[in-house]
């Protein structure tokens, strides 16, 4: 006992990766203790409740910091067990149950998948360290088994298609448990790939893979938000969307920007949760679409210096043809968006407020992108990969979604819709609609 | 020959029965507003021709069944998947195909393509494909296809209704109740839309849903009340009788000359704020329904936004635009720039990519903010500035704003000792990030703040050649005598008074008003915070109360009107020295100004009628929150802007949440007693005015409200029994 007490600093690894999520969940846990403090009063289960997301945070510190394989996959299933138990609050509703199975089912597949990637790279070197397992030497079949295991187990915590039901029919749960389930527990994928980085660095056809799996996801999961009309249902396809983006990301071998990623969305969607309460209050304005070429012409170009200020003030080069070009394409589609709605109508005074406002939200954009990325550095995990057509394909596709919305029909709609917007909507509408165990299908069988 | 004639006769029948089949099933559906002006209805309004006892029956029967037949629980998925789709105001950036041309175009449009409701059977997709355009075609052919024939057709299409009673309730809204602007919607739908939806996804789903007739009779014989309608009528009789024996023991003494007089709504949370503005000084108050006697929609000139300011039972019959009064230019442009802002945001966040952006660009900004609204939620970061506006009073004519004057004075009673300062006080609410906000708003001006309507009709008294008509009329305002509209924050007890246009002699006294305003928020936010379950010294409770109104976590910002039990019709002088505790609606009145009986008609028809749907609101949620209210709010989801899901999906929740009506998960906060009105008044007078009104017949003779009397004559009270005679009590 004293000697395992001696010894348990060899069991824990903090290093810069660790801290961030540290600072992440507690920040979150911090603010969601507050919140529920007062939005659960007269609650019955207010005890338990506090209890169990206590008990959630400091697994998940655990998980973070745990550098043992036994310990790590312990806290994660831990943490996926005590998230599922928050989520089903309201015992005695049916569809909440069936929403925690179905998560614990989702969860259970994640942590063997994990559990047999971690076991295979253990036969491998005997080491039970993580610490060691990133700077072991393998087989390179082996790796690239357990690394594509360790992918789909990652692919099971973040809600990324095809394992993306459980995310978008977790809609049973209390909001705060929403909000940190979206804030802190989905993000597991993101920080699994993170902490395997130097390993999936080592196989780079592997990246193209995770990065084509995140566009698949991030492609549906925007799509499904889009056409949600419930506001708890689209953060949820929104997470999922994100998700896939943040997967990209490591799928371009720049872990950090992931996690960068994983951080500022953790807070901006622990925070839309919460607030959801005002949906009803928020009028959507009429942005003006389609612009007419010359206002997008302008755009653009507004979009280039917010582009490069972003590339700049992120440290990023973008005259080098590797996929840093990725996250400059997708600043630049932001700024373009951005300058757009500033520069309609269009005059000289709102070019010249759209470049230069563009240019210093690209640097602010850029500045909070770089400064993970800076705290993240130590660990070498920033690899940019040579571009591939599957990057290209990607990108085409970002960007010809985002276009399509700009400039598709809009106001009046027609009388008469083509067949293949309707086929495309009833079948998106269906495969973005939750378990159906999960909906509460007759009025009296929610039990408060 | 003789045939072909025939038959078009035949189908005309038919289809004539079938109207009314519709509508009869469409009778037991009480409409549910949209969020954005959430107004209490009675549930079972649509059982309201029945003795209480027998509706609570049938609502049980149709309302409160424990568990519904598997079949049909996927008809019910299957509908709110589509509802959730075409009911949607402004969630979706990919919103349904074809909506505009109705929900059942729009559904019949797009069934063909949805895989789910027919497997892989191209017989079915042929039908779906060939579907007649007229709802009104396919509703007969569907009950045909189930094989529900005569009287079951209404049953059949009623259960239809009530096994998804929240949709069924915002669709009543839209097609019976919505008015004004909501009235002509982008996206129409008609009762038989709906119907024939239902019936279709049924006929698709569930062939042999004949079956939910039995269910139903099964539950009709097992629904029993008994227990329950003893329980409160028991708790009915203690309230009543405390009630009258402290009003009948008061002496009506009026006191001496106000310094000023206040005119609050009739809304419970009045009651106790009266008494806490009474009490510093020489005040006199009145009770008179919040929208002040007109009925308007408010423009705001800034935003161009306008919406109706009068309670749902009345249309708006004057558009008024309300104008700053200082600096319209320089709030246009905050509108302006708020507007581009807000443009912004959303340009980013409801596209494809740029959202990935977004998320990364403002999350350290989400984060700090998120961490101040939910560690100190009190603190406020900027102080926002109000101003005074002007209501454009051209659409009301000189004659029409001499009538408005003429009766609101004489049903409030205040005609004669007119004080140098009369202040019309509106309500409103002020809550963050909730769901129900506007359910804590004011009733009578249909779910909004009440200050514009203060404004009116302030504007309107203070008018010279409307006061020189009143003279005529034998109102005589002294031309010291100033108006001013006012609010008073039911959330913090704050009270604004606009003052923008005040003589200079009035001055003095709304300085020393504001004072005492001070005092009684103070005195009130005490008593209020103690009904909350906290016991604090005055400035602790004024700093609690302002703290929830601005605390996003907060899911009981006020108690609104829970605990509400009765309406009391009668002079101030008949409840003044009484605490009410916050439950009664108070209507000022006075009998001998009232000799033809109009201005009690006018109370019990419109202000009691409200005070009852306000009142069952409340008593159902109570009852039954699940089947009535809304659930906790700890789960709830709004969607398309109008209403709120429990979770994944369900039922549109109509009725008030848990959290408003309870103080916990088992304690109820509300007690659930039936609206006792007194009315200080001959007893004759009331059975003239009863016998000529058939609402008045149907909600005392089925025992919705009871009524008292007490005779200013004898001070002894009444009570009218279900056969409308009257006993002593």
Known sequence: ?448 | MVELLQEPILIHKRKKKIDIAIEQSWSKIAPFWPLKNLIAVNPLAGFEDLPFEEALTKGKAYFQEADLPLPMQSVNRETIKWLQAFFDEGQAVIGMPMRQNGLFQAVRHLLPYDNRLWPKDNKILTWLNHLPEDPLEVIPDCLNFLEITGEQQEKFLSLLLTTLPGWAAHIQYRTSWASGADLKHNYPVQKADYLALRLLLTCLLWPSAKELLGWHEQALKKAGTKSLVSNMHKAERLYRQSLLQKLTTQSLQQSEEPDAQLVFCIDVRSEPFRRAIEAQGRYETFGFAGFFGVPVSIENDITGESHSSCPVLLQPAHHVTEYPLCNRDSLKKEHRKWQSFQKLYQSLKYNFTTPFALAEALGLASGLSMLKRSLWPGKRLSVPHSHDWKPNLDSISYEQQCNYAVNALRMMGLTSHFAPLVVLCGHGSQTQNNAYATALDCGACGGRHGAPNARILAAILNNVAVRLHLKQQGIHIPTLTHFIAAEHNTTTDEVALYTAEVPGEVMPYIEALTTDLQKARLQNSQWRSAELGLELDEQKAKKHTATRARDWAQVRPEWGLARNACFIVGPRTLTKQINLGGRSFLHSYDWKQDNDGSSLTSILTAPMVVAQWINSQYLFSTLDNTAFGSGSKITKNITGKIGIMQGNASDLMHGLPLQSVYMNDREPYHEALRLLTVVYAPLKRIDAIISAQNILQKLFGNGWVTLACIDPETHEPYILQRDLQWFKA
């Open chain 1, 1 to 448: 006992m004293v000697q395992l007490l001696n010894n348990i600093q060899l069991y824990f690894h903090v290093d810069a990766l660790a801290f961030v999520m540290l600072l992440l969940v507690g920040i979150v846990g911090l603010s969601l203790m507050a919140f529920s403090s007062r939005y659960l009063k007269g609650d019955s289960r207010y005890r338990k409740f506090f209890l169990t997301l206590t008990a959630l945070i400091a697994s998940v510190f655990i998980m973070v910091t745990a550098d043992h394989i036994v310990l790590f996959l312990v806290a994660w299933g831990c943490s996926d067990l005590l998230l599922a138990r928050l989520m089903v609050h309201k015992p005695n509703w049916r569809a909440a149950r069936a929403s925690g199975w179905l998560a614990v089912k989702n969860f259970a597949v994640g942590w063997v998948l994990i559990g047999a990637a971690l076991g295979l790279l253990y036969f491998q070197t005997n080491e039970t360290s993580i610490q060691q397992l990133i700077h072991a030497t393998y087989d390179p079949t082996i790796l690239t088994i357990a690394l594509g295991l360790l992918f789909a187990g990652a692919m099971t915590q973040s809600g990324l298609w095809p394992f993306h039901r459980w995310l978008i029919s977790s809609l049973n749960s209390p909001t705060p448990v929403s909000a940190i389930m979206h804030a802190g527990l989905v993000n597991g994928g993101g920080f699994l790939l993170a902490r395997f980085a130097p390993l999936y660095l080592e196989t780079p056809k592997l990246l193209t893979i995770v990065f084509a799996f995140g566009l698949v996801s991030a492609f549906l999961g925007t799509f499904w938000k889009l056409m949600q009309n419930d506001i708890k249902r689209m953060l949820a396809c929104s997470t999922m969307g994100q998700m896939g983006f943040m997967i990209m990301q490591c799928g371009l071998g720049l872990f950090p920007a992931a996690i960068a990623h994983l951080c500022w969305h953790g807070l901006f969607k622990a925070y839309l949760f919460q607030a959801s309460g005002s949906a009803a209050q928020e009028k959507r304005l009429d942005l003006g679409y389609p612009p007419t070429l010359s206002d997008f012409a302008v755009a653009l170009l507004c979009g280039f210096a917010g582009a490069y200020a972003f590339a700049v003030s992120s440290h990023k080069s973008i005259f080098v043809a590797d996929t840093n070009f990725f996250l400059v394409a997708i600043a630049c589609v932001a700024s373009t968006q951005f300058a757009l709605s500033i520069l309609q109508p269009l005059t000289w005074k709102r070019i010249t407020i759209a470049f230069f406002s563009t240019t210093l939200v690209g640097t602010l954009y850029g500045l909070s992108v770089f400064c993970i990325e800076v705290l993240v550095k130590p660990l070498n995990i920033m690899q940019a990969q040579e571009l591939n057509s599957i990057h290209f394909i990607g990108l085409g596709v970002l960007v010809f979604c985002w276009m399509a919305v700009l400039f598709r029909r809009h106001g009046a709609q027609p009388a008469q819709q083509s067949d293949l917007e309707s086929w495309t909507y009833v079948r998106m509408l269906n495969a973005s609609q939750p378990h159906e165990k999960t909906i509460t299908t007759h009025r009296n069988h929610y039990q408060n």
